[in-house]
Structures are given as C-alpha cells and as structure tokens.
C-alpha cells in the first residue's frame, strides 16, 4: 500500500512497506490500492534481514536468546531493511527562525567531473526517496564533498552563513559523564542506532526554503531535517525525550540518535519492548546492522562499557612503553600464566597471600628447619630503602657520636660534665638533652617539642651519620615524599619525622647543593650586574653595526638594512640591503661608510654570522682598526644601534601605512631626519656634531637668511672652531648623562660578586624541539670561572674543558660540585688582580680607570664589557628628541649658520650643572 501526506507534492511520497505504517501517521490518505510495491521485501524477507543484521551477545543462553528473537519478530517494523524504508515522525517539525534576516545566497563551487557524476547519483537517490525537491527558493547554500575513512565522498551542505541569521535554540544535549555514570552496575546493556535519524524528522513548510541548495543540476531543497544545520542537534533530543519520556534516565537513555537499554536480563526485556513499540508509534525506523543487543560490553559515544572494569589491568599488560615501578611489576607478572576476572569489593574482605599478608620489617623471611608441613616463602617487594629496623638500631650502635649516648639512656643514668667534655660535640649535644630520650627495642628515640596528638607523646628517631644522606634524599630528592621543593617545606618534614645533631644546617646545605634544584629554579630577583658606560670622547672613536630585518620584501629586492651609528655624535646610517650575506655587509659598509666618513678605532656588533666571517675580519685588518663583539645571548652590549632600529622603524611606520613595500624610499628620509634633529644625550644634531655646519632642510626655505661671502681660511677657521667647541660640549653632556644613567641604573642591581674559582650555572638558551620551554632546565653547569672581566664579563669552563666569555647576567653562583675531567692547555695569563694580562684573549678596564676604553693589545677581535648599558642610555621616545632645548638669548659667535647660539646655550647650561656633579646624587639635568 503506498501512502502520502496529504497536503503535500509527488516529492513528499512516503513509500511505506506494510499497512501498519498508515496506523502511526495522522494525517495519511491512501493513494491507491496496487499490489505491494516490488522494492519493498516481503514480511519473511524483512524478518530474515533484521535477524542478520541485528547482534545478540553471546552471553545468554538459549532460552534467554529464544525471547530475545520472539521479541524483534513481534516487532520487526521498528526496523528498515531497504534504502526506501525510511521512517517519517508526525511529532514534530523542525523550523529555521532567522528573523527578518535576508536570504542567503551562495553560488555552486567548481567541482572536478567525476565528483560530478557522484552529486547526480546521490541528488536521484534523495528525489527517489523523497528528501528533496526542486525548488525555487531565493535562498542558496553551496555542496561541499567531504571524503570518508573509506575514501568514499559524503555529501554535505554548507549551512554556515545559514547559521549566522539562525537564532540558536539552547535545548540541551545531555552530558556524556552522566550518561555514563547512570549505568553503573548494569549487566547488560542494547544500543539501537536510528536510520539516518535527522530524515526522519520533516522540515516545516516555511522553513524549506531555506535549506535550498545549488548544484549543477538546478536548485533543490529539503523535505526533512538536513545535517549541518546549527538547530538540528537539539530538534532531534527533542523529539527522543519526548518518545522516550517516562523511562529515560530509568534503564533507557538517548543521545542525539544513539538510544542505549542498561538493566538486568528481564528488566531489559520490558524495556526494550516498550522502546520499540515507542519508535513504531512515533514512525522512527532502526538500522539493523548498528543495533546491538544484550552485550556485555558495547561502544557508547566513544566509550566502551562492560559490566566490568578492568580495562587498566590490560593496559599496563599491552602497553608497549612501561617506565618505573610499572616495568617491574609487569617484569614480576610475565612469570605467571593467569587470567584477569572482575570480582566486586564486597567480596575482598579476606586478606589476599600477595598484597595483605602481615609484614614484621624485622623479621628476616627464612625457614631454617623445614619440619613444617605448609612452608611460606616470601620477599619484601616493598622495601626500596634498603633499611629496617635491624638496620638502623646497628647503625646506631656502630655510630661513634651515638654509641655512648645509648649506654646512657639504657642504663638511666646521666654522667657528669667532668666525664663527657673529651666526647665530641654531638655527644655532649646529646647529653644537654639527655631528658628528652628514650631507648625502645635497642633504638635511641627523642621526644618532640611540638606535640601533634595531645592524647600521646610523640617521639622520633635519632638519625645516625650513615643514614642522614639517605633522610635528605627521601625528604627533598624523591619524587613522592621530596619533590625538591625548598628549604622551609624540607625542614619541615625532617623535623616531623627525624632528629640528628645540627640537622637543621645539614638539610639546609643539602638544599642547597642540590644540583637539580640549583639548575630548576630561578632567583626571585633577575640578575643584574652593575652598570660599566662605555666612554667616547671624540668622534669615530666607536661606531656600532647591526641588520635590521627581515622587513616587507621591497620592489627593489631589499629586505634587510644594514644601521650603522657612531657612539660620540650619534650619527646613524641606515643602508638597504637584498641579503644580509657576509659578502655584502662588507661591501656595503665599505663603500657606504668607510669611504665616506673614514674608518673609526673600534667597530662594534653582535656575533651575527655576517660580522665573524672571515671576510669581514680581512676587511677590519686591512682598514687597521679594531673589531670587538657583544657576549652571547646579551644583545643589550649593542644597545646604542638597537635603540637607533626601534627608532627607525617608528618613523617608517608613519610613512609605510598604505605600502609597507615602500619603505626603502622613505628610509634615507626618516634618517636624514633623525640626524638633523636636536639629540638629547649630545643636545645638538649628530649631522652637525660630526660635519660642523646644520643639515639644510626644505624649512629653511622659509626662513632663509642671507649668507655673507668669506674667505676659505675665515670659513675654515670658523668651522673649526665651532667644532672644537661642539665636541667640547658634547662631551660634558655626554657625562652628566653617563652619571644620572648610571645612578638610575645602579638602583635595581641584584646578584652576588664573582671572583676566580667560583662555581656558577650558566642560564639555558637552548630551543626545545617541541617549542615549549616550560620543562626545558632555566640553568645548565656546572661552570668554574677561570678569569674575570671587571664586574661584567667572565670566563668559564666545564667539566670537559671548554671555555667560553659570557655575561655577569646570565650566570647563577651556586654551592656544587665541580669535577674536572681533563685538564686544557696553556689557560689565559692573568694579573694577581684576576686581570689578563696584555696579549691575552680578554679585555678589561683596569680598577684604576674602570670607565675609559682599552684596545687589547695583539688581538683584532675583544669581548665588549661597556656596550650593556645603551638601552638606558640611549635617547628616549622620539617626542622628547623634537623638544625644543629652550629659547637661549645668548650672542651668536660669528657664523653664518646660527649654531653658535645653540652651542653657547648649551655650554652655559652646563656651567650651571658642574657644581652639582656628583655620582652618589642624582643630578636633575635639563632637556638641552
């Protein structure tokens, strides 16, 4: 018999099998009387398909089975069997409400030709079986193709933009917890598995349109529920706790389309006939294949659950990578053949032989005579200390310290200090407290100070020297019990537990000589050692170079500059480049800087892989200067150039907004720019400071002023000698600078001093594979100091005999043992002082001169100590260096510039600041 909704179009037949369909729809017509349809199977057919696809656990019996399938055959039409034997619930419909949002529309995506054939079978199958129509709907959704485990395509509707204008519903899904935990103690259990549960459910007539999709085959839409809708998860509970109401929670339960029956065998059997008879009445169909029945043990939202719980016993039996005292259990088992089985709690009241037998530790587990006729053999697996209570009372007894204080306490008696004053300190300690001991079982104890339980006294045991090592170890080094934690937490667990003389300063030492927890654990403080400006006191005297980059690769190909600055006049050079190669750093610099400004004493830079090569350090001989480098992982040794790039790159922000690919044309602007403007370390403008006359700039156009003709010699006098007295000036600026930043710096030093021989751990700058530092050691070491830089920079080598140069910041001064392997070569000469002498590796300010800059004799590369200190000392945010110095009245000196007014105006501010120089005081100094 084939039946419609009435109402609805030729699209919407619902081609039933039997005429019980027509009694569970309300609002069925028939629509002709024909003989029954040859898709559908007759009822011994159907019957046969449910019994071949429904599984029935092998647990019962075969009486309990004959039930089982007298049951399905009474209600075998809660089943489908075919693809065109689809339920259809009259409960509900499943509605969109987007509101008064506009329709949706997405065009067909591209798909390739062979997915194109797999769209047009699935898209005849749906109208066949009346999940869609053609539809004519202003909405549209696009078809995406998921691929499957299996490889196969899954046909899927993009609904996202649909689900944006939805307004969501909140009905809730139950939790997965509380469905698990509501099975406990069910013996069997069913899952039923809806057949394609969400077409079961038909779309409201309004709402269809809206579930309208686009292939190349026209536009359809949903007669039923479509997945990917963003209501469709809670419109299906729904409809389930509504077939389900009354027995849910009560030996039933329905996740989404996923229904599990948990009970007892007749329990069971009443419940899962009243669930069928449920589905009939509501027009839900089961696939058989997903239905399982009277299991033990089934597959329930991702979980396995059994009427039993020993899943972690087979775990530890198969895994495959096993550590600790697991390994050596499964190590102990594999000599065994058993059989792992549930056996309740209630039934573990009698002691088992293996794990509840009576322990004595003293007892030492041999049968000497054998005359017994049941003899018992076994081993304390549970000893890991390797001590008992035999054990300690011997150590006791053999203790020097102790041995007279329990001939003391066992005989009662307390001799006179006249007859204890040759013994050692401990033994007298022990005699000023001879009160608070007492001897049980030949083993020395002392009543505790602080009592814990008022109803008795408590007393702990005297620790002798052979075991204290081993009490520190438990108390702070394992993992269950110590855990490394610090000093207070360890001293109070040896003071519950244990007594010893001067136990106190023994645990402390041990904490502290505990290499893990040296090279675990930072200081609260960071580190910071005290502040060594660098000291330049003409111009080109040091010059810093650095690469800045990568940047926003440039039409040109630039992508990295190459920012040079000299330390004295703050003049900065920033110079594109396309690599940051070492070829063409050295070409760049060459013919960008040394042939324009000349070659400066010193040039300074980070350990880059461009500055150390070979090439740049053949370029650096043949000019004759000096190169020296920054100590590894301390960037802040390069401050003044790194400052100088965060300056640049603020200034390039203002100008790049709309093409950050641009910004190589307006480099040389930015830095023209910054070398014009006023710097407030100098209080003049580096162009200035370094060629002697201002920067013309398109301003003084407007304000131009009419320049008077003069002699070459008259000119170069004159510029001569506004630059004697700009360099004088900039010098006195540069040290009150130097003096207030030093002051300001000095405040938040933190750390102890090092000398030569000392132990320190090195801070760890390793990368871990994984990306994630959070178990990765803050220290590594342990390091001896071999030889000193002042107090910034020292010298350190392992225990293999390795040395290297670092910084006073990234060291840690530690209380551990250093073991030296093997011994080097010729280590580096050194002073009494612990200074290298000339012609060794190091440089390093004498303590006469700590400030002035040194060139270590014989060597073309040193390790800098002074640059550290540039972050503070170098100008601070770009609006303070545009602050106009002040309005100077003073008379100009004869120049044709107008700078010497500047330069005046300086000089005489400083005059007013040189009674007020003084290190140990702040000096207020005024923007200039």
Not at 6 to 22: E, L, P
Not at 287 to 298: A, I, M, Y
Not at 426 to 450: A, G, Q
Not at 599 to 625: K, T, Y
């Amino acid at each position: 018999m084939n039946v419609a909704f009435i109402g609805q179009s030729s699209h919407d037949k619902c081609v039933c099998r039997n005429a019980w369909r027509s009694q569970r729809l309300t609002d069925v017509c028939i629509v002709s009387q024909k003989g029954q349809d040859e898709r559908v199977p007759n009822d011994g057919e159907h019957w046969q398909a449910v019994r071949d696809g429904v599984t029935i656990g092998s647990g019962t019996n075969s009486s309990q089975l004959n039930e089982v399938l007298n049951l399905l055959r009474r209600h075998q039409n809660a089943f489908s069997t075919i693809s065109l034997d689809l339920g259809r619930t009259s409960i509900s419909r499943h509605v969109i409400d987007t509101g008064d949002a506009p329709p949706v529309r997405q065009p067909p995506r591209h798909m390739a030709q062979t997915h194109k054939q797999q769209v047009e079978n699935i898209i005849g199958e749906m109208r066949e079986q009346g999940l869609i129509r053609p539809s004519t709907s202003p909405w549209s959704s696009s078809i995406v193709l998921v691929k499957k485990k299996s490889g196969e395509l899954r046909f899927c509707v993009d609904y996202r933009q649909v689900n944006e204008v939805t307004k969501k519903n909140s009905y809730p899904i139950p939790r997965i917890d509380d469905s698990l935990d509501e099975m406990s103690g069910s013996v069997y259990f069913s899952t039923l598995d809806l057949k394609s549960g969400y077409w079961q459910i038909p779309m409201d007539e309004r709402s269809r349109e809206k579930t309208a999709f686009a292939s190349h085959m026209g536009l359809f839409e949903f007669n039923v529920m479509p997945m990917g809708l963003c209501n469709s998860a809670a419109s299906f509970q729904r409809l389930m706790r509504i077939v389900l109401q009354g027995i849910e929670w009560q030996g039933a339960l329905a996740y989404l389309d996923d229904i599990i029956i948990y009970a007892s065998f007749d329990e069971h059997m009443r419940r899962l006939e009243d669930v069928l008879l449920r589905l009939i009445k509501a027009g839900l169909t089961l696939k058989p294949s997903k239905c399982d029945l009277f299991k033990d043990e089934v597959r329930f939202l991702g979980h396995i659950v059994s009427k039993q719980d020993h899943s972690s016993i087979r775990w530890l039996w198969r895994s495959r990578e096993l550590y600790g005292q697991c390994a050596r259990w499964v190590e102990h088992l594999a000599a065994y053949h058993f059989e792992m089985s549930h056996r309740p709690g209630t039934k573990h009241s009698n002691a088992d032989a293996l794990s509840r037998v009576p322990e004595d530790d003293g007892f030492p587990y041999v049968i000497v005579d054998g005359g017994a006729q049941t003899e018992v053999f076994s081993v304390d697996l549970r000893d890991v200390s390797g001590y008992n209570l035999s054990t300690i009372v011997e150590a006791q007894h053999t203790d020097q310290h102790l041995k007279p204080v329990l001939s003391w306490v066992q005989r009662g008696i307390r001799p006179s200090f006249r007859n204890v004053k040759h013994l050692s300190a401990e033994s007298r300690h022990f005699w000023s407290v001879f009160s608070k001991l007492t001897c049980r079982d030949n083993m020395l104890f002392i009543y505790d100070d602080c009592v814990t339980q008022a109803s008795e006294e408590v007393t702990k045991p005297v620790v002798p020297i052979s075991m204290r090592e081993d009490v520190l170890t438990a108390c702070h080094d394992m993992a269950l019990g110590g855990g490394h934690l610090g000093i207070a937490k360890t001293l109070g667990k040896i003071s519950e537990r244990f007594y010893w003389f001067q136990w106190r300063k023994d645990t402390e030492a041990h904490c502290r000589r505990c290499n893990m927890c040296n090279m675990n654990k930072k200081p609260s403080t960071t580190i910071r050692a005290h502040l060594v400006p660098s000291q330049e006191v003409r111009p080109m005297q040091r010059i810093e170079i650095d690469v800045l980059g990568p940047l926003p690769l440039t039409r040109s190909g630039y992508q990295y500059v190459l920012v040079s600055c000299d330390l004295f006049t703050k003049y900065v050079r920033a110079l594109p480049m396309r690599h940051q190669s070492a070829h063409e750093t050295a070409g760049i610099l060459f013919h960008r800087w040394l042939t324009v400004h000349g070659v400066p004493e010193i040039i300074h830079s980070d350990r880059g892989g461009n500055f150390e090569s070979e090439l740049f350090a053949e370029l650096v001989r043949l000019m004759g200067c000096t190169k020296s480098r920054t100590t590894a992982y301390h960037p802040v040794g390069n401050g003044g150039v790194e400052r100088n790039n965060r300056t640049i790159i603020s200034m390039l922000r203002n100008y790049v907004q709309r093409d950050p690919k641009r910004w190589d044309e307006a480099l040389s602007a930015v830095v023209a720019s910054y070398n014009a403007s006023r710097h407030e370390s100098t209080g003049l403008s580096p162009h200035f400071l370094l060629t002697g006359h201002q920067l013309r700039l398109p301003a003084d156009l407007i304000s131009s002023r009419p320049t008077r003709a003069t002699q070459p010699f008259v000119h170069l006098e004159a510029l001569r000698s506004r630059l004697l007295l700009a360099e004088e000036v900039a010098r006195e600026t540069l040290e009150v600078q130097r003096q207030q930043m030093e002051q300001r710096y000095n405040k938040k030093i933190y750390g102890a001093p090092l000398r030569e021989g000392d132990i320190v751990l090195l801070e760890n700058t390793v990368v871990a594979k994984d990306g994630c530092r959070k178990f990765l050691q803050p220290y590594k070491g342990p390091f001896k100091i071999v030889a000193t830089q002042g107090t910034v920079n020292h010298v350190i080598q392992d225990e293999q005999g390795a040395i290297q140069t670092v910084h006073y910041n990234r060291l840690k001064k530690v209380d551990m043992e250093y073991n030296r392997q093997e011994e080097s070569g010729e280590e580096n000469p050194t002073t009494e002082n612990n200074v290298p002498q000339a012609g060794s590796h190091f440089w390093v300010p004498t303590a006469n001169d700590n400030s002035a800059m040194q060139r270590a004799t014989g060597r073309e590369e040193v390790e800098d100590e002074g640059a550290e200190d540039e972050p503070v000392e170098s100008e601070p945010s770009e609006d303070e260096n545009h602050e106009d110095s002040g309005k100077g009245n003073a008379a100009p000196v004869d120049d044709d510039t107008g700078l010497g007014a500047d330069i005046q105006n300086v000089a005489e501010r400083l005059e007013d600041l040189r009674p007020r120089r003084n290190r140990r005081q702040t000096v207020f100094y005024p923007n200039v």
